[in-house]
Nanobody, 126 residues
Framework: QVQLVESGGGLVQTGGSLRLSCATS????????MGWFRQAPGKEREFVAG????????RYVDSVTGRFTITRDNAKNTLYLQMNSLNLEDTGAYYC???????????????????WGHGIQVTVSS
């Protein structure tokens, strides 16, 4: 049974930082490109960041480029998202997801993802 479990969310003030983790089990982690998505109230789920199975290539939505960093530890089967300089627009539920495609292709849409975590809330306050 595949499980993806996010942790590290919470409440932070604008300009602050958080580090999200996604612990996985039940899949050969290195064989999956991974992504972080988020969903704000009343909005659709959007791509935030993605990484290939070997961790060599990454991709970000423009609004987080330079502030967020996605990494992975294939020995620990864990995905990370370091979030710095957080602003109010970063508030939402954050989900990690495993791609349903090749490990070298970063998933940028929800339909490209096969497995999902349950999500974790990130709230940025002024």
């Amino acid at each position: 049974q595949v499980q993806l479990v996010e942790s590290g969310g919470g409440l932070v003030q604008t300009g602050g930082s958080l580090r999200l983790s996604c612990a996985t089990s039940g899949l050969t982690f290195r064989n999956y490109a991974m992504g972080w998505f988020r969903q704000a109230p009343g909005k659709e789920r959007e791509f935030v960041a993605g990484i290939t199975g070997n961790g060599v290539r990454t991709r970000y939505v423009d609004s987080v480029t330079g502030r967020f960093t996605i990494t992975r530890d294939n020995a620990k089967n864990t995905l990370y998202l370091q979030m710095n300089s957080l602003n109010l627009e970063d508030t939402g539920a954050y989900y990690c997801a495993a791609s349903g495609g090749f490990a070298g292709v970063i998933p940028t849409t929800a339909s490209q993802c096969r497995y999902w975590g349950h999500g974790i809330q990130v709230t940025v306050s002024s």
